[in-house]
């Protein structure tokens, strides 16, 4: 008799952005040109004042464990973050420090809803909202959105869904990934009141925000007082490695997270947590940040389009082309393989965001240097021709 595995979790779908990451990997030992597009992280590292800060911490810090909710300064600190961005009043004792926003998930997805509770999110998505709930036992219930609503969901796939049982949660992104899109400040309102209506309880990863083009993010807060918001540090702080994030709860989710919190992961990250009170008073470093993505994008949407890649998702932020190519293949993962065997360039298919359609789907990063788009378009011209 074999020693078991948990059925939970064999519900871990794999990354085919992996298979290309390896393949990229390798081209690039033998000294093959790559353009990485496939990776969602900025190529820059933490802003100076954070750097610093680490620096400091290191030698002067016991860096032991911190309380689970969250170092006390770094709590006051992203409080006063919905202050200065958004005008929003919110109680330092409501942010709960998290080992980066995939730590709020699953604190946040535990403190929420039981086994069998049915929490729904939009299809193309990011794939760990469906798999961490999958393996909680919680079931993810998938909206097919689509081009003519942004990708994102609408009341009316709402209705569809709670037709087929109750929803006892909602998960929303904007902007979101891999498309990019943003809900308009009416379509957030609207959901946020829904989901009050109907006693859904909306969570809101929020990690995109301040990387956007088109209009400045509104927070869920703002519309919605039950919402649980998630943040992190990854994105527009350019920390991905250094797993700190943050969300706001609402009065009646603090005790279960802090105490899930206690258990699961004892504190955040102390270093992490101790260099990023400095993160607010970099903005002017990542200012730039946002501009190389701003650059980024107009080159790849003034050159995409003519190579093939037409109907691309409205990129309102994040640093995400999201393409359809059902003029070009029905299998993205072996059009993503034979791309960057002729061409160099890394994306990752579809299939990795939205199983049914993203056969015919490609999400293009472009959070690397100007010159890596620019070159990865001219590749792409030579070979599509
Ligand atoms: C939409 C979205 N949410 C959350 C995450 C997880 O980020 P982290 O755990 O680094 O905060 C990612 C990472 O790519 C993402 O794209």
């Avoid at 640093?319 to 993205?332: E, I, M, P, R």
Wanted: aromatic letters at 8%.
């Amino acid at each position: 008799m074999s020693v078991k595995v948990s059925d939970r979790s064999q519900v871990l779908a794999p990354f085919h952005v992996m298979e290309v990451m390896r393949a990229a990997n390798a081209r690039e030992a033998v000294g093959d040109a790559v353009y990485h597009m496939e990776v969602g992280q900025p190529d820059t590292s933490a802003p100076n004042g954070v750097l610093a800060a680490a620096e400091t911490a290191l030698r002067s810090h016991r860096l032991g464990y911190t309380e689970a909710l969250g170092l006390p300064e770094l709590r006051h600190a992203i409080a006063g973050h919905y202050k200065e961005s958004y005008g929003q009043d919110v109680d330092p004792g409501r942010v709960i420090v998290t080992t980066g926003s995939s730590g709020a998930f699953v604190q946040s997805f535990l403190a929420a809803f039981d086994i069998g509770d049915r929490v729904a999110l939009a299809s193309p998505g990011y794939p760990c909202y469906r798999t961490i709930l999958s393996a909680l036992g919680i079931e993810a219930v998938l909206l097919e959105t689509d081009i003519g609503d942004a990708f994102q969901p609408t009341t009316a796939l709402l209705d569809r869904a709670r037709a087929e049982g109750p929803l006892d949660g909602l998960i929303i992104a904007s902007p979101a990934n891999p498309t990019g899109s943003m809900l308009s400040d009416t379509a957030l309102a609207e959901l946020a009141a829904y989901c009050k209506t109907h006693s859904i309880r909306l969570i809101s990863d929020e990690i995109y925000h301040g990387v956007t083009y088109t209009q400045k993010a509104s927070t869920a807060l703002t519309y919605n007082d039950e919402a649980i918001v998630i943040n992190s540090f990854s994105k527009y702080f350019s920390m991905t490695g250094w797993r700190l994030g943050w969300m706001i709860a609402p009065e009646g989710l603090m005790q279960a997270c802090e105490r899930l919190g206690q258990n699961l992961f004892i504190s955040p990250p102390t270093l992490s947590q101790v260099a990023a009170v400095a993160a607010f008073d970099c903005k002017e470093e990542l200012a730039l940040n946002v501009a190389r993505y701003a650059r980024n994008r107009a080159v790849l949407l003034d050159q995409l389009p003519a190579i093939g890649f037409e109907r691309i998702a409205p990129a309102d932020g994040a640093f995400y082309l999201y393409a359809d190519v059902a003029g070009l293949t029905n299998d993205s993962q072996a059009f993503c393989q034979r791309m960057l065997a002729e061409t160099g360039v890394a994306a990752t298919p579809g299939i990795d965001f939205d199983s049914a359609r993203g056969h015919h789907y490609l999400r293009f990063s472009f959070a690397g240097a100007t010159e890596t788009m620019v070159n990865a378009a001219d590749a792409l011209k030579q070979w599509i021709k």
